[in-house]
């Protein structure tokens, strides 16, 4: 995901050198795919889904404005229908003026909600060049652009131009006039610039002709050292940000003269920032173009930033042409592409590859609990299976348990994420700490720690770790003393490549309510009260839930009690969906504790005025966890799925829902439990 602008600053070009300036790159056109569109000449099949997309009188673009509209609502631009089964680009040029955001989904065939590939919200002066990797698929799909100007004056957002074109985004010759989307690092003194030869077969500078097919009369990128001042002079040329992951085969042609001294190294750059260098010249110059090929994992989206360091005004030349990419890696010892999801448990029916360090003294038991108001269940289910240490099957008083996960391999940045919960602990000091062991279980590093005691809820913990050599994660839990000590629990371990601050993004039609509603729609139509967006606990006691599910400390939706009446009900409901002849799944979770709880269901609305149509429901309190519903339903129009919560006889009543998601059915394991109701006599019984 990548967006630069289109207009290259210009000093005087450093004779003897020839450049040819961004305007007068015309050279031959690329082959087009289907869904591009420079709106010369019409819309090209695009048609308008919502809102007022307009082509200019004078042709060129089509541009959405907010003096045309009557509301926020987005003017959707969507594309025929394309069949491209290898990856393409997509190379979009716009431009946003005022206040307002773009957004590129894509909207696969019998899909229910659509996929965000790309947004940008920044306004500019000039034209935008964004580059959107499409992936081989075989499924028949729709590109949708939806643009957002805010209310009020001189608001607008305008596309020039859309090609698709095959390949990647990442590979570019050069010879078109907008670069594929590769930017440039402004330095007052060095740049890259486009070099090559229109007029003459013979290059006026020691720089060879470009590489393309033997090709004279094409083009490259260079950075020259004649204008360099200082020490350290670096010029960055940096690639479009992958929008999808991709591993493989990075090539590139470059030529190189280091009169006085230059470093060139290639590097990856991602979403925070962080470089990585991949590559660098064994040789100080070149006498002509070479061919290099690099091995790059691109997990999670990042750029490849080609850097040029100059020491003086005499330090020579880099040049750089024909970039490409392959999912193929260049070199046979290259490791695959590693999958650390080996290390994922949910414990529902296995410890996995997880052990303990002593078989003949178990401190970690994987256990469930019984639906309940007193004790809390599982994270995965709220009625399925965790591991817990000291529990009444341990037979020690004192003891230090260790669990240790499999060995991944080292060199890689992981991302480790785990909910637990502790319960009457008197001093959190090492109820449960995290450490990373080599293969010969020799502690590497304490990574994390319980800070102080919590709430009784599951909480999230992130920890991004690397380590040169094999480790595994080892969760440790001490107690000394057996009167200080209390329960430590631990569900849903996953473990994924890369940084856990850089997030894949929620799927589409996912929701956690962590940065809004997510589009959700309060039913102000004979609705006595409207869901509430909150975190933490309920203000009533004996109801509600203590924390969201998502992460412990994050945002869920619920109805208060104490603002209704008995039998007022509150209607949550999603935007349109358009409809698909496959089955649907519908997962979420939802939180009913309280003895008056009331009533909270999930109903279909078709359009046309047909009567809503019950797809599950649950009456009365049911336990004091969080518990994972999963809803099959199939409906091929327009429709909303609508959250109904009723209020029972109570203040304690208060329902809450959270992490909602839609996918294609059927649902995997729908869940087929008996709903809990009242009073139990085994409330606090835990199953070993």
Excluded at 294 to 299: E, G, R
Aim: hydrophobic share 35%; charged share 20%; proline share 5%.
């Amino acid at each position: 995901m990548s967006s630069v602008t289109l207009s290259l600053h210009v000093v005087p070009p450093p004779p003897p050198l020839l450049l040819l300036l961004l305007c007068g790159l015309i050279v031959a056109q690329p082959q087009l795919l289907p869904g591009s569109c420079n709106f010369e000449l019409g819309t090209c099949g695009y048609t308008s889904d919502s809102g007022s997309w307009s082509m200019n009188e004078e042709g060129h673009l089509i541009t959405v404005d907010s003096t045309f509209l009557s509301d926020e609502e987005p003017a959707v631009l969507v594309s025929p229908v394309l069949e491209q089964h290898d990856w393409s680009c997509l190379r979009l040029v716009y431009q946003i003026t005022g206040q307002g955001s773009l957004h590129l989904h894509l909207r696969p065939d019998s899909d229910n909600f659509d996929h965000q590939l790309w947004s940008a919200d920044t306004a500019s002066d000039s034209w935008l060049i964004a580059s959107v990797d499409l992936r081989n698929t075989t499924a028949p799909y729709q590109v949708l652009l939806e643009g957002r100007p805010e209310l009020g004056s001189e608001n607008s957002v305008a596309i020039f131009e859309i090609h698709i074109v095959p390949g990647y985004c990442i590979e570019c010759n050069f010879e078109e006039h907008h670069l594929c989307g590769y930017g440039n690092s402004w330095n007052p003194n060095v740049n890259w610039y486009v070099g090559g030869s229109v007029a003459t077969t013979e290059p006026v500078s020691n720089l060879l002709d470009d590489d393309t097919s033997n090709n004279q009369r094409g083009h490259y990128m260079y950075v020259d050292s004649v204008y360099a001042k200082h020490f350290q002079e670096v010029a960055k040329l940096t690639s479009p940000m992958t929008t999808v992951p991709m591993a493989g085969c990075l090539s590139f042609f470059y030529q190189r003269d280091q009169e006085r001294g230059n470093l060139f190294s290639v590097f990856t750059r991602d979403q925070l920032g962080h470089y990585e260098e991949i590559w660098r010249p064994e040789v100080y110059s070149t006498a002509g173009w070479r061919l290099v090929s690099v091995d790059i994992k691109a997990l999670h989206p990042l750029e490849v930033v080609f850097e040029v360091a100059f020491n003086s005004a005499r330090g020579g030349y880099v040049a750089v042409d024909d970039i490409s990419f392959s999912p193929e890696f260049c070199h046979t010892d290259t490791e695959p592409t590693f999958d650390p999801s080996i290390a994922n448990c949910d414990f529902e029916n296995s410890l996995c590859l997880y052990h303990q360090e002593r078989a003949e003294s178990k401190v970690w038991s994987r256990v469930s609990v019984k639906a309940n108001t007193y004790r809390i269940g599982d994270h995965t289910t709220g009625a399925g299976r965790f591991l817990l240490a000291n529990t009444p099957f341990t037979s020690r008083p004192g003891y230090m348990g260790r669990l240790h996960g499999p060995l991944l391999p080292g060199n890689h940045k992981y991302c480790l994420r785990f909910y637990y919960m502790l319960n009457g602990f008197g001093k959190a000091d090492n109820s449960l700490v995290l450490y990373i062991f080599d293969e010969n279980n020799v502690a590497q590093e304490k990574v994390w720690s319980v800070a102080d005691t919590s709430r009784a809820v599951w909480t999230l913990v992130e920890v991004t770790y690397m380590k040169p050599m094999l480790s595994k994660v080892v969760f440790a839990s001490i107690c000394t003393n057996f009167w200080e000590c209390g329960l430590v629990a631990i569900d849903d371990i996953t473990v994924n490549m890369g940084d856990c601050r850089v997030t894949a993004g929620s799927l589409p039609g996912q929701c956690n309510f962590e940065d809004g509603v997510c589009g959700y729609i309060q039913d102000s139509a004979g609705d006595k009260a409207d869901w509430l967006r909150v975190r933490g606990q309920t203000p009533t006691s004996y109801t509600g839930p203590r924390g969201d599910h998502t992460t412990g400390v994050g945002h869920y939706m619920y109805i208060e009690a104490s603002l209704m009446r008995p039998g007022h009900r509150a209607r949550l409901l999603t935007s349109d969906l358009r409809g698909s002849s496959l089955p649907q799944c519908l997962t979420f979770y939802f939180h009913m504790y309280g003895s008056g709880t009331g009533l909270l269901s999930v109903l279909l609305r078709r359009g046309s005025g047909r009567q809503d149509t019950l797809l599950w429901r649950r009456r009365g309190e049911q336990t004091i966890s969080w518990m994972r519903a999963m809803v099959d339903y199939r409906c091929d129009d327009r429709h909303q799925i609508i959250f109904e919560a009723i209020r029972g006889p109570s203040l304690r009543s208060d329902i809450a829902i959270d992490d909602i998601l839609f996918k294609r059915g059927p649902c995997e394991d729908p869940d087929d439990i008996i709903a809990y109701s009242g009073f139990s006599e085994y409330f606090n019984e835990i199953e070993n």
